[in-house]
């Protein structure tokens, strides 16, 4: 799995900072979203997953690792 994001779209909702925070962040400047984690372990994609989900943004992209 990879966690990618389109960083100009997002708001600064902080549901993935919250909802996952051992894999997101938020910017000290703007509130946007920081990953920590880039490719999560096992133990921790469905946090991921439930964090791209609850962007109300929509600006977190999971890619399985069976995608190109």
């Known amino acids: 799995m990879k966690i990618r994001i389109e960083h100009d ?3 600064g909702a902080g549901q993935c900072a919250l ?3 051992e894999l997101f962040d ?3 400047d703007d509130g ?3 990953v920590l984690d880039e490719e999560p372990s096992p133990e921790l994609q469905d946090s991921a997953r439930l964090a791209a989900a609850l ?11 069976c995608e190109a």
């Open 55 to 65: 962007c109300p943004n929509a600006v977190i992209r999971i890619i399985e690792s």
């Open 32 to 34: 946007t979203v920081i």
């Open 19 to 21: 909802n996952a925070p």
């Open 9 to 11: 779209r997002c708001r």
């Open 26 to 28: 938020q910017s000290d």
